[in-house]
């Protein structure tokens, strides 16, 4: 078994370079004869017109071949160059056509930029008085200058050299719109309050009618001298609807001694209504009316000389006029 084995490697070795020297040798028949054929020289002639003198010269078939092959890769070189140098030209006037279209854009937001800077400097005043009148101070120069806008504008200087003009705008206007937002929230929180104030403070003339006698001292309609009046008397037909002046909450509905039929109501902030003389209560203790509410008819109940509602209003159980608060205050 070793001996076959043996012996066919013998034979493969001795086949392969009996293969190897056949095609050596003819790869060397083959080069030699290429290297002939390329020493072969060739002549060229230039013949003048005269034919006096002709010009000839030898080169071989290597040396055309190279000069051959040269001039193919100048010319594939100078084709990938034209169409490289084609494409860098494309992409330039891009670029360029990109530029003026930012270019353009960019001058168009400074222009906005602008006219909103501008636009902030008008708003300013107008925010300053409602901060003035909602505050009650004098001077609001200060709410431009509020917790973390200076730092934000110290920042925007310092970065002055590194960024645009209009970022360092924009920055400032923000600063300042925040101080806007923080005083328009003021604002807001004032007219609330206020609306309220004036929505709970009596302001409606209770009934129609014409005023008989006002508020304060005057002389005694049953002829015992002067006394003092401590409100309005709006006289008007017998049955005329008298209405509350504003929301609240009935505190007593019934008789009063001299007043006859009265319905007293309470209010927030210590206001309180008194509707005195009706010939009719349409409401009783306790019940929750919204201004403009009927709670009662005009008669002359009690000590009257005549249909009329004797109309009081009262601020923490002390008497006032009456008369500022028959109209409404908005």
């Known amino acids: 078994m070793k001996f076959t084995i043996k012996q066919y490697q013998s034979r493969f070795r001795l086949k392969f370079f009996e293969n190897y020297h056949i095609f050596r040798t003819r790869f060397n028949r083959l080069w030699a004869r290429f290297v002939e054929k390329g020493h072969e020289r060739m002549t ?28 193919v890769i100048i010319l594939v070189t100078s084709s990938y160059a034209v169409i490289r140098n084609s494409a860098v030209k494309r992409e330039e006037q891009r670029l ?85 937002t923080t005083v328009l929230r003021t604002v807001k929180n004032f007219i609330k309050e206020r609306s309220d104030v004036v929505i709970n403070t009596p302001s409606l003339v209770p009934n129609p009618g014409h005023i008989t006698s006002l508020y304060g001292w005057r002389r005694d309609p049953f002829g015992f001298g002067r006394d003092f ?75 009257a000389t005549g249909n009329h509602c004797h109309y009081e209003v009262r601020l923490g159980n002390q008497h006032i006029n009456p008369y500022p608060y028959m109209s409404r205050v908005w």
């Open 44 to 71: 060229v002639m230039f013949i003048p017109h005269n034919e006096k003198k002709i010009f000839n010269f030898q080169i071989s078939k290597f040396t055309i071949s190279f000069f051959l092959i040269l001039f």
């Open 96 to 180: 360029l056509s990109s530029y003026n279209d930012i270019r353009a854009h960019l001058l168009q937001f400074e222009r906005y930029t602008n006219s909103i800077d501008e636009l902030m400097e008008e708003i300013k005043p107008g925010i300053q008085d409602l901060y003035e009148i909602t505050s009650g101070t004098e001077g609001a120069d200060e709410i431009w200058a509020g917790d973390g806008t200076a730092g934000r504008e110290e920042k925007a200087e310092g970065l002055g050299q590194k960024m645009p003009a209009e970022v360092h705008t924009l920055r400032t206007i923000q600063a300042s719109m925040e101080r806007t």
């Open 229 to 303: 009046h401590t409100g309005i008397d709006i006289a008007s037909s017998a049955g005329t609807k008298i209405m509350a002046t504003a929301p609240g909450t009935v505190v007593t509905a019934g008789w009063s001694g001299g007043l006859g039929n009265t319905v007293r109501i309470q209010h927030k902030y210590g206001y309180e209504t008194v509707y005195g003389h009706c010939s009719a209560i349409l409401v009783s203790s306790g019940t929750q009316v919204r201004r403009g509410d009927v709670v009662a008819l005009v008669g002359n109940t009690g000590h």
